[in-house]
């Protein structure tokens, strides 16, 4: 059994020098293989392309253009047939061929807008999508800090419990020796040895059920680190609670101001969608007319340019746009009202987390100082009782009610490090 305790001991709270070990800090730093964070990040960089994109669509469109067409039916007008013939019959109409049974265009087609009030709101909306992506990644970092934290503490609680059931374990062992070596010299009855195994049962049951919960633990740390990797953990809780600094931002908050945002962006844009739309168009290149199928005989190609400036005056939108305008008015009072409500339940929440820091902080000075007098009277009450001072129901009860007192410490040092990372946001 020592040996047992001492490999516990060298295994899980740091005792081993030379063994790897993982840090609060190490742990932390693991966060980029998370995969959620991968992909929050993935956004951050597919808005980023957005707002390339966007700059690159303010800029002129040139391309190549070429096309080939057959006439399966010639297209023809009527004209005047006196155009040709002055020995017409006056209204005498003649249909007119306008084309050839082939035709190709090739050429070079160029085309910008001059004046589109719509591209320098969709280059603002795309800058407030990419802040919007920043904020996920944000929160999807505080989260994860927040659950490989809780995770790391732990499996420091929970080891602290499984040393402390060993010794415990131990320590009764020490005891059961004492009171068989009673039995065998007739000073204390059958029934209090069968009492003193049956309580060393207990311990043992007790020191399987702290292992069980070890493993849990680690299993939800696995979660987060490859645990096979290491072989203790060096960060005590006092470090953790260390590491925590400022107050955690409020995400949501921001959210709301850029939603706010995207919504003012659209309202300028519907001011915007009643003026005019101004663009500029170009083609250089030639023409391709001829009855028979004879691409490569230059004298069937004519020169075609061309250069048109075109104007858009929206009309109809007008009825639309009003429509729009009561539903983002409306929109503007939901998240006027979301981010009033958000505001104050936020300064209601850094109260109550201030108030649940300083009542843990109480709880565990508490805890930690009935357990420094449980451990006196436990070596009291080990000592009378190997003197044959004490009842064993009494030493029962006593190394029970110890190990309970140790239980409150590691549970009020668990909660008080729930409570400051409520508050606080991880050391990067």
Known sequence: ????????????????????????????????????????????????????AEQLGRLPLLYGEANLQRNLITPSTPVPAIAFNPNAAPGEILPLKFATDWTAKAGVQFSMDVFNPQNKLSLKTAELESKTAELDYEQTLQDWKKQATSAYGKVVISSKQYVEAVADSLRY?????????????????????????????????QMHEAYRVLEVANIELAKFADTRAYKLLSSSLTDIVAKLKGNARNLELENLKIEQQKIDLQLQSLKKEALPTLSLNAFYGSQFYNNSFSLWNN????????VNVG????????????????????QTQLLSSQYR??????????????????????????ASAIEKLSTENTALVQAQYKAGKLLLSELNQELSNHFKNMQNVWQAEYEYLLAVLEQNTAEN
């Open 299 to 306: 004298n069937n190609w004519f020169g075609n340019s061309y």
């Open 1 to 52: 059994m020592t040996r047992i305790l001492l490999t516990i001991l060298s295994v899980f709270i740091g005792f081993g020098a030379s063994a790897q070990s993982l840090s609060i800090e190490s742990l932390w730093a693991q966060a980029s293989s998370y995969e959620k964070l991968k992909q929050a990040k993935a956004n951050i960089s597919l808005a980023a392309l957005n707002i390339k």
């Open 341 to 366: 409500e958000e505001q104050a339940l936020d300064e209601a929440s850094k109260k109550q987390r201030q108030l649940d820091i300083l009542q843990a902080e109480k709880v565990l000075r508490n």
């Open 311 to 330: 104007v858009r005056i929206p009309i109809s939108e007008a009825v639309d746009r009003a429509l729009k305008r009561r539903q983002l008015g409306l």
């Open 173 to 205: 062992a020490e005891i059961l020796a004492v009171t068989q070596d009673r039995q065998l010299a007739g000073r204390t009855t059958l029934l209090e040895l069968n009492k003193a195994k049956q309580e060393f049962i207990n311990k043992q049951t």
